[in-house]
């Protein structure tokens, strides 16, 4: 063989090792990016799972050589696959379904413990299931350079693919076999570390300044979210105000959205919601800040405008929103919004205050019949 077996499965052990110490390196530097130390906690439970299998002759022990040994294994994807969600979504995610498909794997494997080649062939089909939910939840994951996705999402199907032979292979009990299923799980110690090898890339391929921006944007809209845009927003206030021009504050909601999401889906709602978005993002220049605060409300600070500016900007995004029904998987729905919007030519107010009365003023639009805007 052209490889060495047990030559392999020390470099793994060591690669593996090494590797999730540079992405706890890479967690400290960013501790924002939890997903980081998700893939680390990966990598090592990857080695102990294989120093714990490399013991299975000579550790009477199946127990862990085998039960611990194969929980491990089965957890390394399920940890890939939550480091991926909390780099997608930002935040915290409760490690639920990792905590079910350890509960359920452990309780199928007490099972088949007293048999090495079942839990074997039932781990191989658990992890290879999860690799292909990877490969597959990939194609979700928007701020990811493309290159780097398509390279993980190649890796996680062939990888997911080959578990799935494994099984197949384990499950026979054929001596010519044993050369195959020799190769496959070198193949599969290759792609793991391959896999965690490609972890650490993704933090340098996005500059800090991009990073700071995922971190800043609200998932479903790309827009900024809340947070962000009391940031920026403020810090907008200030130039203006440094600058001596008036600031501007829009607030913009989606009429009577609450029956276009019970008519046509949740989903409808949210591609609304998409649209929307690309209407506000395509009228705003360099310097204005636009986000989504809440469900179905946007807000907007525009730099260096006067009131007629400021109304022109609100007349074209109602009339644009309203101009043609919005398709969406065959239905044509009806969108409007209601733009409240306040002008400050003294920009010694907060943008909280600033909110509060452009929040006024879209209450009285939505009173005076939705579809239109008014400035306070
Ligand atoms: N699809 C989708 N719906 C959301 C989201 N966030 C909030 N919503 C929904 O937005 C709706 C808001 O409803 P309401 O506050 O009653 O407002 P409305 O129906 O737009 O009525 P008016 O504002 O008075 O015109 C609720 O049904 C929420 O469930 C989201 O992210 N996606």
Redesign the pocket.
Known sequence: MFIHLPTLIITTIILNGVLGTTLLAIHRAIPSQKSFKTWALACFLFALANILTALRGTLEQPWLTIFVADLLIISVPLLALHGMRQYRQQTAIAPTSIILTLTGSAVVLVVAQAFASIAQAITAIICGLIYLFAANYLRHIRPTPRVMRHLLMGLFGVHGLLMLMMAGTSLQHIDTHQNLLTSLLMAHLIMTTMTTLLFPVLAFSHNERQLLKIAHLDE?TELFNRRAFFEQGALLLAQNKQLEKPSCILMI??????????KF??????A??RHVADIIRNHMRERDVAA?I???EFAVALADVDRQQAEMVSQRLVERIAAQPFLFEGNSIELTV?LGGILSTHSRRALNDLLNDADAALYAA?ASG?NQFKFA
């Open positions: 479903l909601d989606l009429d009577h959205f609450k029956s276009i999401n019970d889906g949740h989903a409808a709602g949210d609304c919601l989504r809440g469900g179905e209601s939505k939705r």
